[in-house]
């Protein structure tokens, strides 16, 4: 996260639906001030190492509609699903696996009416700490649609967004089972069956407008790594891959988890 970033403390599968899995979660998601008609308009990722990302998935849906006292108030979202291409198209070459642990989401909240609209005794402090209850129970529940598992918080803190706002930030932890053969040059198969190490960040906050909520996650270890184990000692992982795929898969593959935690980062912060 960026230095004001504050209180420090399954089978791999393409996982082609994670906003619609995280959608029960997102349930009383809210934030806007001034009324909006029409469609939710679609989350911006502003910086520009979006572009070794993919997008995977989008949705557009009705993910809450409560009563607080005599206003009946529907929360509309807008999600971005994004994995890290090159990494998930190394994967797919190596060991025909599909999907990446290395992933990234933005999603737009708009709340109808608006926030000033809401009966007296519902302010903005309760409003915006039922979001941030809400956004780590999504954000969790996409990172299980993602493949990782055992997820848990681990710091709270808060950064500054690109926009100026203030975000409330969290780290979480979590693993990736990742399984597949690496084919041998004697034509026998190397087996990886492991889990890797996983971290997160998640970030949310109120533009004036809207609730903005934004994350990712990654693995981390270098992959070529778990590539490494599970070859014999007399075969070069970074070798291997190359052979199997090109350069470019095992440079993919041994990137630094410093350089996962810097895009997630930059990313997450040029949400708007």
Known sequence: ????????????????????????????????????????????VTSDRID???QIDESESTVFEGSYGPVTVRALEHTR????????D??????????????????RIDLRPALDQLPAGVGRDRVMSE????????????????????????????????????????????????????PLPTGSTAEIDRSLEI????????????VLVAGGAYPTDPLIEVFDEALPDSVD????????????????LATDPAAYDEDVSQLLISVE
């Open 131 to 182: 979001v941030e209850t809400a956004a780590t129970d999504a954000f969790r529940a996409q990172l299980r649609n993602a493949g990782i598992e055992n997820v848990e918080i681990v710091e709270e803190g808060t950064t500054t967004v690109r926009s100026g706002h203030t975000a409330t930030a969290w780290r979480l932890t979590g693993e990736y089972p990742i399984d597949g053969g690496i």
């Open 1 to 44: 996260m960026d230095e004001n970033f504050a209180a420090r403390s399954t089978r791999t599968t393409r996982r082609r639906l994670l906003a619609g899995g995280a959608a029960i979660g997102l349930a009383g998601l809210a934030g806007c001030l001034g009324g909006r008609d029409g469609p939710v308009p679609e989350p911006g």
């Open 81 to 88: 699903i994004y994995e890290y291409a090159p990494v998930a």
């Open 237 to 252: 992982a970074e070798t291997a891959v190359t052979e199997l795929a090109d350069a470019e898969a095992a440079e993919a």
């Open 199 to 210: 971290e997160a960040r998640l970030g949310v906050w109120h533009d004036g407008t809207d």
């Open 90 to 107: 190394a994967l797919a070459e190596t060991i025909d696996a599909s999907g990446s642990p290395v992933v990234f989401f933005a999603t």
């Open 52 to 54: 070794d990302w993919r």
